[in-house]
T-cell receptor, first 110, second 113 residues
Framework: GQSLEQPSEVTAVEGAIVQINCTYQTSGFYGLSWYQQHDGGAPTFLSY????GLEETGRFSSFLSRSDSYGYLLLQELQMKDSASYFC???????????FGKGTRLSVIA | DVKVTQSSRYLVKRTGEKVFLECVQDMDHENMFWYRQDPGLGLRLIYFSYDVKMKEKGDIPEGYSVSREKKERFSLILESASTNQTSMYLC????????????FGPGTRLTVL
């Protein structure tokens, strides 16, 4: 089986930095992905980590430590529009579909 | 831009009705997926397909079936709708070998009365 754990809710101040953690338990591992979903919208792909380390894309970065079965999404210079749900997702192998976490609802406040 | 479209944004059906949810993608993706999303439960995979005519059960296939007669179209069927199938249904697609990046449709909010 497989499971992913991420906090259900996070609140942060506009302009600040926030880190959303994800720990996973899987029989195999084929990468960690992150998705963003605004209320009423569809999930959209943010990032993918196959190897250990930090991947940066603008204000967003994603980190992976395979030895710790752990990753995080880092959002810098928070903006109100970053208020959304963020999902981590993993694959066991190249032939199995993504399994999503239950999501973290980020609220950015002024 | 990749586009995944779903036949209805909102749908209201009665218990026992047969329900068809259609999904079409225009990017020649091999992989297609159906999820349902409920508050606090995240995205749960119902069925997926890695090729035309091919289908695989996801985590919660009970009460559902699917059809993939053409590469671009993946249909979700509720044989006899029940109230516990009231949910948001999301379709997604991806390239073979690049499944970590899925493209989602806008979703269908299904209410079963």
């Amino acid at each position: 089986g497989q499971s992913l754990e991420q906090p259900s809710e996070v609140t942060a101040v506009e302009g600040a930095i926030v880190q959303i953690n994800c720990t996973y338990q899987t029989s195999g591992f084929y990468g960690l992905s992150w998705y963003q979903q605004h209320d009423g919208g569809a999930p959209t792909f943010l990032s993918y980590n196959a190897l250990d380390g930090l991947e940066e894309t603008g204000r967003f970065s994603s980190f992976l430590s395979r030895s710790d079965s752990y990753g995080y999404l880092l959002l810098q210079e928070l903006q109100m529009k970053d208020s959304a749900s963020y999902f981590c997702a993993v694959r066991n192998s190249g032939n199995t579909p993504l399994v999503f976490g239950k999501g973290t609802r980020l609220s950015v406040i002024a | 831009d990749v586009k995944v479209t779903q036949s209805s944004r909102y749908l209201v059906k009665r218990t026992g009705e047969k329900v068809f949810l259609e999904c079409v993608q225009d990017m020649d993706h091999e992989n297609m997926f159906w999820y349902r999303q409920d508050p606090g439960l995240g995205l749960r995979l119902i069925y997926f397909s890695y090729d035309v005519k091919m289908k695989e059960k996801g985590d919660i296939p009970e009460g559902y079936s699917v059809s993939r007669e053409k590469k671009e179209r993946f249909s979700l069927i509720l044989e006899s709708a029940s109230t516990n199938q009231t949910s948001m249904y999301l379709c997604a697609s991806s390239f073979s070998g690049a499944d970590n990046e899925q493209f989602f449709g806008p979703g269908t909010r299904l209410t079963v009365l």
